[in-house]
Each structure stands twice: as structure tokens, then as C-alpha cells.
């Protein structure tokens, strides 16, 4: 029995059916970890002594007849923005390199008690900085499916171990497109909460107001049973978002006869992949076909989403940051004479050259004689993009475009053009700055084999009416199964 | 004594504001549930949230909103129903996340006034702003020689309230006068305990010179490090009489922060203005707009005890004391409050204040902390004056009573009792008092007799005397009088 093939549902019915145990389950996820991770590098570290303790004391219980959990065995990969208590915490940044938080994330309190094993953590743009996992300070993460393509990013660990069975399913953060665009260029389903639904307590601050942690997982049902574990308030969040947004099962079989799809057709001119523009019109047939209302909506132009975007996220990061000065925990140069001194070593040996660049951006646009220019700009160009959504929420009921405008690109193909490497997130960063819920969906390979995604979006706390379409696409265009494993290059 | 006069005298105005820094007296921080008690071990109060660690979040403590919003009430303030918290971006060792979480544009509270002086010479000075804000951790220089510097993080986190008054003091006295109402006021009110030794009440000053008669305002500077009321004057001192020199001789005073070394008696410039810091200011994304329902700022205005002013007036107006009396009991909150305990029980509220004003503040030293401390509660004082008013006993038996009231605490008929102080009302044994004493006193009652009347209380003394204090004065008197003239027939 093929284990590292199967949905994490699947594996949650045989292991309450004690067809195999949660142990089984755990060695086999990091067998296959420890067979063919080394060729796409999508962990940082492997939890093998604590997810195999885990998932004994799992099968003791299941074997004593107490109810397991939701995710009672299920292994899953934790992106290493996410704090496990104890265990190496970096964002992928050597300025936290060594450094083991005292405390774990409530989404992971949540999941263990949900019965979920934590694998280990894995690899990403450090602090979520980037859309191709080549900005991580411990070597970049390869794409499944083509070695020498990007996984994408910022979660580009978590959709490749997911893609290649290393886990059955996995966490991610989703500040710009972190969860939805790798889950695009790796072919695996890939959620983005509504922001406040699921506590960001725990979750390494990127940009505050956008920063929101996600499932990602082989099919739709994964990531809504993930989903269900994750949301609810948090008291420890101050911006966390009242209860009662948890979608029941049943959602998925319910159709989509007369939901109402809109498409930005605008947005869609210009760059567009031919492949991608081929799986969208596929995808806008499937949904027809199932009953969906499917015509056009009007959204502001996206670029404006992303200049937006690149100053509030950039603004907060640089407060958010500024923690990592070498004085309580984590890297710090050594020989500095003054404070001064100690900051700007420990800061320029320790961020990599996007985080610095980003810092700097952050710092700029919210300096005295700037601020009113970008920063109060920028906000107000997000109260219009938000008002702009609920427009077109209001004439659909979800939004239906490409994750991305290309499938993914080669390793090193933008590094050297931050404008370039930004705008292949065109199409994910509008949702953050609304703060809506969305889900990319794999529909279909390339013609170069490589995975092709396209996106819903829904309203505030409409993940009900999101996994629904979601469903519909994924049962009409199909899974794409396990990425080959991967051949020498 | 200094600059004023001097100023004065030469046409110059002084014009001063104040910021104060409150620390408000709340169990735990303002985003952590970590202890405030001053004078824990370095390092003792801390956790995770509050070190600035990786992934925290900030929690307001709903405590310290309305203690703030107390003071704002008792000052007049106008209560924003929305406030916004921001973070001030700047690098120091004592401050863990590289940002303070203060409020900016929008804070807690507008306005508001507070009266200093008395009589003719009272003036209302004008509050700018009250808001809150967290505060940093203390660096201390070691002291082994090494030349490192410690930081103790205890106080990070530890709530406070800033106070910025409108330009409007004159003098240095004026400004001392105010920084003792606004102390008296924040422990009358029960915010803060005004502890500045212990930094529980810090202050920073901002002055300017200019001609008297002129609108225009002069180039200020800012003085900081006053850790006492007394260095606030001295301090303010020095630099008006500096910036008074330099107009006179021609020259342009420049912006600039200036600390007050105590122990030198002197200022140094810590930063001119054009090393001015940009704090580069924005909203916290971690807290969402404090929004204060109208019920709730009704709820904590019913909190608001009689401030000093209201209840010196009252004291005056229904207890008919006078205004020196008022000033003295409305001193401190304790202090009131026992004395209109204990005035209410005696009914004979003048005697009350005399009571309270030598017995009880002598007793404990001046210090009306101690009243929670002292045995004797306001009831049986006010039953000790009772006792007085009815005749039951002297006054000054009553002090004896009082003395040993105050230690024991115990009821001063017991007391009376116990110690044979009751007043002795029997006319045969004060008769046969009398008689041994005008028995021993022949050569006098022989003056009496010739008509001398002022040797009567040379009698009654005696009597007294051989009673230990215990007969009734009245009693005495009447019987004296009729033994003597018996003696004339």
C-alpha cells in the first residue's frame, strides 16, 4: 500500500479503521522524506524522534478506544515561519539560525490536539519574502515536477513536500500568494483564509495586516478538514476574528447549481501564458457545466494592488524586523563596540539581500516627509481595492482567474529583477489587501509538464460558497496525483 | 532666588510645558499577563510577548484603558470613542521589538485642564493629550569594571500614561506646583501611585524664552532625565537663565534635548535637532482600533471618586470648616475619607478637624499612607469626640484615650474603663477632693476670701491634679465655688 500516495482523509479512515497504524503512516512519510527530499530540499529539519513518539502514543490511544482526533496520525510539514516549541524556528533566515522557540503557535496547539504529528519544518523565502523559495538563507527549494523550475514561494517547502508525497498535507502563510501561487507551480490545492479566521499567534510576522497561515494539501477535502482545525477565535490575537466560520463536510457535495462565478476578464490580457489561458477556459466550461453562473466582473487594475502592497507590507515588515538585533536571541555579530555597531553587524551578516532590500523599502516609505506620499497612499488605495471586491462580491458570488500568469519559471530566471519576480503574484496579492479567503486549485499540467493552477476567491468569511466551487473544479478537471520522482539532474 | 525674578527683571517670559509619563496601577503590563511589582530580580517579570520573541502578539489590558481613562475624566478630558495604537520605530537595547506601541494621531483622550495655585493666585493650566503607552526595560552599567552594560526587561511592557500639557506655565515654581497636583490628583484618583523614586511618575520639560508681551513663541528645547520635582525647577532654572543669555547677547537659541545631570547640577546636550530621531510612526496591524462604547466610558465615570478641589469645597460648604481646615483634610484621599468618617460618627464635624488635624496626622507622622496601616478606625475616634461633646470626659483624658487607641485599636469606653479614666461625676467624692485641697492651700483660700477671684483656677488646677484629670471640669467648678463661699459664713 502506497501510504505517501494517499489524501490525509484517507489515511485518517484506515487508521481509525486500523487498516495501518499512525506509526506505519509517520515511517513511511519519512522514509520517503529521508529517499528523495535531498533532491528538492523542501525541509529544513525532520522531526523523526518526536513525530515517531507521537504517532505510538497515537496508536496506544486509538488501541485503548479513545475517540482520535479529526487528524488523529496524520503527519503534516509546518512552514518554518510557523513556532514549534523546542524545536528550530528560523524563517529561513540565518539571523534566527539556531534559534528554538519557547512556545508553540496556536495553530500548532490546534493541531496537536487535533491528532495531527508535526513531520518538521520546511523550507521557504526568508521571513516569506519572496514568490520562488530561492530567497532562503539555507539553499533553495527545486519544483517537483522539474528540477530546475522554482516550487514557488514563499511556501515553496510546504507545496513541494506535499507534491512529492512527503507529506500528506502541510501548513503555509499567505501574505501576498505565499500559499495559493506555490500550490499553482507545485499542483496541489492551497488555501488562503479569510484574515482573522485563523490566529496568527505564533505565525513570524511578516506584514501583520496580511500575513494569514493556510493549508495546502493533495485535494480540496484536505484542506477544508485543515481549515476546520485551524479557524476560531484566539484571545491571544487581538486581531483574530469572532467563531463560527468552520465549513461542514457536506459543503463539498453541495454543487455549485446557480452560484454566481465572475471573471476579470480585464486583468487577463497581456502576459497571460497561452497554457494558463487554455486551462482557464477549461475551468470556466467545468463550472458551467456543473450549473454555475459563470460572466464577467470588473476589478481595479491589479498593478495597483501591487504597488499598494509592496509599501504597507514593506512598511510593516521593517517594524516587524526590527526585533532581530542580535541582543536577546538568535544570530549577533561579535566584536561590536556600541549598540549601533552590534545592530548593523548582526543585521547585514544575518538578512539576506531581498529582506535587506525590503527593510529598506519599509523604512523609506514611512520616513518623516514620505509618509503622507507612499505609506497614507497606500492605505488609501487599499480602502478603494477593498471597497472594489465588495463591489464585485456583490454582483458574484466567487471570483474565478489564474493563480499565476505563467506556470512556474526557471530557477535563477528573475532573481536578478525584484519588478519581474513581484508580478508573477499580480493575481494573488489583490485578495490580501480586501482580506478575503481563497483557494487555488490544480487544473491540469503545461505542455511542459508543469502544473497549471487557477484560483477562487470569495468574499470575508465566505469559505463556505469558496470550497464548494472549489470542489466542483477539482472533481470535473481531477487531481494531478504525485509529481514524478524526481531523476538526477 | 533665581532665573524668574531675574527674568522678570529683565522683560523676559519664560513659556514651559510639561510631559508626563504615569505608570498606571495595574496588576500586570499592558500586553502580557507578566507581574508589575516593582523591585523583582532583574529578568523576573518577563515572558515570550513581552521579550519581543518571534511570533507574539499584543493583548490590551482592559485594566489599564480605564484607569487612563479615570485620569482623563478627572482632568476633563474629552474621551476618544475610537483611539488607534502606533508603533514608535527606534533601536535601543532596553526595547525588545525595536518599536514602542504608544498612540500617535488619535489618542486616548483631548484636552482637559488642571488648576494650580491658590486663591487669587490660581490658574488653570491646559492638557494637550493623554495616552498610552507601554514602557521600555532599564540599562544599567555594570558595575565590575568590565565595562558591559545589563538591561532589565521587568518594566518592558509595564503600562503607562503620557501627559502632554499646553505651553501654558510660566515659571519653574509653576511647574513644580503642577507636578505635585497632578501627583496628589493620580493617587487621589487611585491610577498611579506617584511614586517618582521609584519612576513611577517621570517628566520631561519643554522651554522657551521670549520677550514679555510677545505672542510668537521662542525656539524650545527639551529637557529630559528629571527624576524628581525638585530637579524639574532646578533644571528649568539653568536653562531659562542660559537661553536668556544667549538672546542677550545677540544670539539664536537652537533646538536641541538636553539632559539634567543632578549630581553636577548641570545640563548637556544629548541631541541637537538635526540628530532628531524620526520614530517614523504608523497604526500597530497587531491591535485593532480601541473602540470605547459609550456605556463603558459611563461605567468607569461612576469609578471617578470627589476629586481634591470638589471636595474641599464640599467640606467647607457642608461641615462649615474653614478653608484652611478643607485644604489640609482634602490633602490625600485617605485622609479625607477618614476624616468624614470619623466627623459623621462625633457628630461635631469642627472638632473632628482639630482631632484629625494634630492627634491623627501626629500619630502618624504626617504620613496619610499609614492611616491603612493604624489600628484606630474613624468610628472610634468619632465615638472618643462623642464622648468629649457629651461631657462623658475631658478633652484632655480624651488624649490619654487616643494615645492608647492608636496603638491598640481598641474601643475607647473599654479603654476609659480599664485604665479608671472615666470622668468622675460623683459630687461627694469631688467634694472630698475639694476639701483636701483647700485644706492644703490656706494661705489662698485666704486671698479668695479677700476677694481674689483669679485664684480660682489655681483650685480647680489642683483639683484636677489630685483627680489625675478625672473630674468633671463643670462639676468642679460649681462645687469649688460652694465650698469656698460656704467658708465665707
Known amino acids: 500500500m502506497n501510504l505517501c500516495g494517499m489524501s490525509a482523509h484517507a489515511l485518517r479512515d484506515g487508521i481509525a479503521a486500523r487498516r495501518f497504524s499512525a506509526e506505519d503512516v509517520v515511517r513511511a512519510f519519512l522514509d520517503r522524506i529521508a529517499a528523495h527530499d535531498g533532491r528538492v530540499h ?34 503534516i510539514a509546518v512552514k518554518d515561519n510557523i513556532c514549534v516549541r523546542g524545536r528550530g524556528t528560523s524563517c529561513a533566515s540565518r539571523i534566527l539560525s539556531g534559534y528554538a522557540p519557547p512556545y508553540d503557535a496556536t495553530v500548532i496547539e490546534k493541531l496537536r490536539a487535533a491528532g495531527a504529528v508535526v513531520l518538521g519544518k520546511t523550507n521557504m523565502d526568508e521571513f516569506a519574502m519572496g514568490s520562488s523559495t530561492e530567497n532562503s538563507g539555507f539553499g533553495a527549494t527545486r519544483n517537483p515536477w522539474s528540477l530546475e523550475h522554482v516550487p514557488g514561494g514563499s511556501s515553496g517547502g510546504s507545496a513541494a513536500a506535499v507534491a512529492l508525497g512527503l507529506a500528506p498535507v502541510a501548513l503555509g502563510s499567505d501574505t501576498g500568494g505565499s500559499v495559493r501561487q506555490p500550490g499553482a507551480f507545485c499542483g496541489v490545492a492551497a488555501m488562503k483564509p479569510t484574515y482573522g479566521t485563523v490566529s496568527r499567534r505564533g505565525l513570524i ?76 477556459g477549461r475551468s470556466v466550461e467545468a463550472l458551467r457545466q456543473a450549473g454555475a453562473l459563470v460572466g464577467e466582473v470588473s476589478l481595479l487594475d491589479p498593478s495597483y494592488a501591487i504597488a499598494a502592497y509592496y509599501i504597507i507590507a514593506t512598511a ?57 506620499a507612499y505609506y497614507l497612499r497606500a492605505q488609501k488605495a487599499r480602502r478603494l481595492i477593498r471597497d472594489d471586491f465588495e463591489r464585485a462580491f456583490a454582483m458574484a458570488d466567487v471570483l474565478l482567474l489564474p493563480t499565476a500568469p505563467t506556470p512556474a519559471f526557471r530557477i535563477g530566471e528573475k532573481t536578478g529583477d525584484p519588478l519581474a519576480m513581484y508580478l508573477s503574484d499580480i493575481f494573488t496579492v489583490p485578495l490580501n489587501l480586501y482580506a478575503g479567503c481563497g483557494i487555488n486549485v490544480p487544473a491540469g499540467l503545461s505542455a511542459d509538464e508543469l502544473p497549471i493552477g487557477m484560483q477562487l476567491l470569495a468574499p470575508r468569511f465566505g469559505e463556505a460558497a469558496l470550497f464548494r466551487a472549489a470542489q466542483c473544479l477539482e472533481s470535473r478537471l481531477g487531481t494531478l496525483g504525485l509529481a514524478p520522482e524526481p531523476a538526477e539532474t | 532666588m533665581g532665573a524668574p525674578h531675574e527674568s522678570a527683571a529683565r522683560g523676559y517670559e519664560p513659556v514651559i510645558g510639561l510631559e508626563v509619563h504615569c505608570q498606571l496601577l495595574t496588576r500586570s503590563k499592558i500586553f502580557c499577563s507578566c507581574s508589575t511589582a516593582f523591585g523583582a530580580p532583574p529578568n523576573s517579570q518577563v515572558c515570550p510577548v513581552c521579550l519581543g520573541h518571534p511570533g507574539v502578539l499584543p493583548v490590551l489590558n482592559r485594566r489599564a484603558v480605564e484607569l487612563a481613562v479615570v485620569l482623563g475624566l478627572a482632568l476633563g478630558s474629552k474621551i476618544r470613542e475610537v483611539s488607534v495604537f502606533a508603533r514608535k520605530n527606534y533601536f535601543y537595547p532596553d526595547l525588545p521589538k525595536g518599536y514602542q506601541i504608544s498612540q500617535y494621531d488619535l489618542p486616548l483622550c483631548d484636552g482637559g485642564s488642571l488648576q494650580i495655585g491658590t486663591g487669587d493666585a490660581r490658574r488653570t493650566i491646559g492638557i494637550t493629550r493623554l495616552h498610552l503607552e507601554e514602557d521600555a526595560g532599564k540599562m544599567k552599567h555594570a558595575e565590575d569594571g568590565s565595562g558591559r552594560s545589563l538591561v532589565d526587561l521587568n518594566r518592558c511592557g509595564v503600562p503607562l500614561i503620557e501627559i502632554v500639557t499646553e505651553p501654558d506655565l510660566r515659571t519653574p515654581e509653576e511647574a513644580h506646583d503642577f507636578l505635585e497636583r497632578l501627583k496628589q490628583l493620580v493617587q487621589y484618583i487611585g491610577v498611579c501611585d506617584g511614586n517618582m523614586e521609584g519612576g513611577s511618575l517621570r517628566c520631561d520639560a519643554n522651554v522657551s524664552v521670549r520677550p514679555r508681551g510677545s505672542e510668537a513663541l521662542g525656539t524650545k528645547t527639551e529637557i529630559k532625565n528629571l527624576n524628581s520635582f525638585r530637579n524639574v525647577q532646578r533644571a528649568l532654572e539653568h536653562e531659562i537663565r542660559r537661553q536668556i543669555a544667549v538672546l542677550e547677547s545677540a544670539g539664536r537659541v537652537e533646538g536641541a534635548t538636553l539632559l539634567w545631570d543632578a549630581t553636577r547640577d548641570r545640563l548637556q546636550v544629548m541631541r541637537t535637532k538635526e540628530e532628531a530621531h524620526d520614530y517614523r510612526y504608523f497604526p500597530e496591524p497587531d491591535l485593532l482600533p480601541l473602540v470605547l462604547a459609550e456605556e463603558w466610558i459611563a461605567a468607569i465615570r461612576g469609578m471617578v471618586p470627589e476629586l481634591p478641589e470638589a471636595r474641599r469645597a464640599r467640606f467647607v460648604r457642608e461641615y462649615a470648616l474653614p478653608e484652611y481646615d478643607a485644604g ?7 485622609l479625607a475619607g477618614f476624616y468624614e468618617a470619623a466627623a459623621r460618627r462625633s457628630g461635631d464635624a469642627k472638632l473632628a478637624s482639630n482631632w484629625v488635624m494634630t492627634e491623627l496626622l501626629g500619630a502618624v507622622k504626617g504620613d496619610t499612607e499609614r492611616l491603612r496601616n493604624l489600628p484606630l478606625t474613624p468610628e472610634r475616634l468619632g465615638d472618643l469626640l462623642a464622648l468629649i461633646t457629651s461631657g462623658a ?37 469631688i467634694r472630698a477632693l475639694i476639701a483636701e485641697v483647700l485644706a492644703a492651700n490656706a494661705p489662698q483660700v485666704v486671698d479668695y476670701l479677700a476677694g481674689h477671684e483669679r485664684v480660682l483656677p489655681h483650685f480647680i488646677g489642683q483639683v484636677m491634679k489630685a483627680s489625675r484629670g478625672r473630674a468633671n471640669p463643670e462639676l468642679t467648678n460649681r462645687l469649688l465655688r460652694e465650698a469656698l463661699e460656704a467658708r465665707r459664713e
Open chain 1, 316 to 372: 510593516e515588515a521593517s517594524a516587524n524586523l526590527a526585533r532581530y538585533d542580535g541582543v536577546r536571541y538568535g544570530a549577533s555579530a561579535r566584536g561590536a563596540e556600541d549598540p549601533a555597531g552590534l545592530y548593523t553587524g548582526t543585521r547585514s551578516e544575518g538578512f539576506g539581500a531581498e529582506v535587506r532590500r525590503r527593510i529598506v523599502l519599509g523604512t523609506y516609505v514611512l520616513s518623516a516627509g514620505y509618509y503622507d
Open chain 1, 205 to 280: 510576522a511578516f506584514a501583520s495586516s496580511l500575513d494569514q497561515i493556510g493549508p495546502l494539501g493533495r485535494d480540496v477535502q484536505d484542506c477544508l478538514n485543515l481549515y476546520n482545525v485551524l479557524c476560531g477565535p484566539d484571545p491571544r490575537d487581538a486581531t483574530s476574528a469572532p467563531g463560527g466560520h468552520e465549513v461542514p463536510e457536506g459543503a463539498l457535495l453541495q454543487g455549485v447549481r446557480g452560484l454566481r462565478v465572475g471573471v476579470p476578464w480585464d486583468w487577463l490580457g497581456e502576459g497571460l501564458h497561452a497554457d494558463v489561458e487554455a486551462a482557464l
Open chain 2, 393 to 429: 470626659i475631658s478633652g484632655k483624658i480624651a488624649k490619654a484615650v487616643f494615645e492608647e487607641m492608636a496603638v491598640s485599636g481598641g474601643e475607647p469606653g473599654a479603654i476609659i474603663e480599664a485604665c479608671g479614666l472615666s470622668q468622675i461625676v460623683d459630687p461627694d467624692a
Open chain 2, 328 to 334: 489640609v483634610l482634602t490633602a490625600t484621599r485617605e
Open chain 1, 42 to 75: 523542501a525541509f529544513l529539519e525532520v522531526h523523526d524522534t518526536e513525530a515517531i513518539a507521537e504517532a505510538r502514543r497515537l496508536d496506544e490511544e486509538i488501541a485503548r478506544g479513545s475517540e482520535p482526533g479529526p487528524l488523529a496520525g496524520i503527519p
